[in-house]
Nanobody, 123 residues
Framework: QVQLVESGGGLVQAGGSLRLSCATSGRTFSSLIMGWFRQAPGKEREFVAAISWSAGSTTYAGSVKGRFTISRDNAKNTVSLQMNSLKPEDTAVYYC????????????????WGQGTQVTVSL
């Protein structure tokens, strides 16, 4: 079993930045592929970014590419999402997810999920 706990959400003005973190426990972190998803009110949960176990490979949704950066620290069992140039449409609950054998953008292939952290971007 893996426990994921997100932190770092909040309210920010458009154009600002936030850094989300996800702390993991319960399983060898370095064996997990880590991802971030988000869900806005009334919408489906959507893929944001993912990072391989070695951090050698990252994937981003087109809507965040160039603005968001995913990273991981296997020594600290954490994964982070640096979000820059935030837009009101980035407003959502952001979820950390983990899995061993996944299709990067397919949420059903992730085995473990955090509770989510709210990000609100105002005009």
């Amino acid at each position: 079993q893996v426990q994921l706990v997100e932190s770092g959400g909040g309210l920010v003005q458009a154009g600002g930045s936030l850094r989300l973190s996800c702390a993991t426990s319960g399983r060898t972190f370095s064996s997990l592929i880590m991802g971030w998803f988000r869900q806005a009110p009334g919408k489906e949960r959507e893929f944001v970014a993912a990072i391989s176990w070695s951090a050698g490979s990252t994937t981003y949704a087109g809507s965040v590419k160039g603005r968001f950066t995913i990273s991981r620290d296997n020594a600290k069992n954490t994964v982070s999402l640096q979000m820059n140039s935030l837009k009101p449409e980035d407003t959502a609950v952001y979820y950390c997810a983990a899995g061993v054998k996944i299709l990067v953008g397919l949420k059903s292939s992730y085995d473990y999920w955090g509770q989510g952290t709210q990000v609100t971007v105002s005009l």
